[in-house]
């Protein structure tokens, strides 16, 4: 599975951004969809995510300003009332399986910078 990533850039606090995700491959293999940042000196941690069957979960730090949607192979990121905080590298991954292994896909990353 190959997931390419769009959207991103430079945006004043308080503005809105979108990321979108598209996957290509075997995405029957997938379960799972969602979206990672990482600031620089920090680790990778997940944003939001959706798997098969349930509803979205969100980082306590974007609840409420951040709104993950998946269509197929396709998953969206839309990032409203942003703040220096959210500034990072922002990843795209996939939750991948046969029904007996497990494996993830990467994007290649994309900036999100909010500064004024």
């Known amino acids: 599975v190959q997931l390419v990533e769009s959207g991103g850039g430079l945006v004043q606090p308080g503005g809105s951004l979108s990321l979108s995700c598209v996957a290509s491959?075997?995405?029957?293999?997938?379960?799972?969809m969602g979206w990672y940042r990482q600031a620089p000196g920090k680790q990778r941690d997940v944003v939001a995510h959706?798997?098969?069957?349930?509803f979205p979960t969100y980082a306590d730090s974007v609840k409420g300003r951040f709104t993950i949607s998946r269509d197929g192979a396709t998953v969206s990121l839309q990032m409203n009332s942003l703040q220096p905080e959210d500034t990072a590298v922002y990843y795209c991954?996939?939750?991948?399986?046969?029904?007996?292994?497990?494996?993830?896909?990467w994007g290649q990353g994309t900036q999100v910078t909010v500064s004024s």
């Open positions: 991954h996939a939750g991948l399986t046969d029904g007996t292994w497990y494996s993830d896909a």
């Open positions: 491959g075997s995405i029957s293999s997938i379960y799972a």
């Open positions: 959706i798997r098969d069957g349930t």
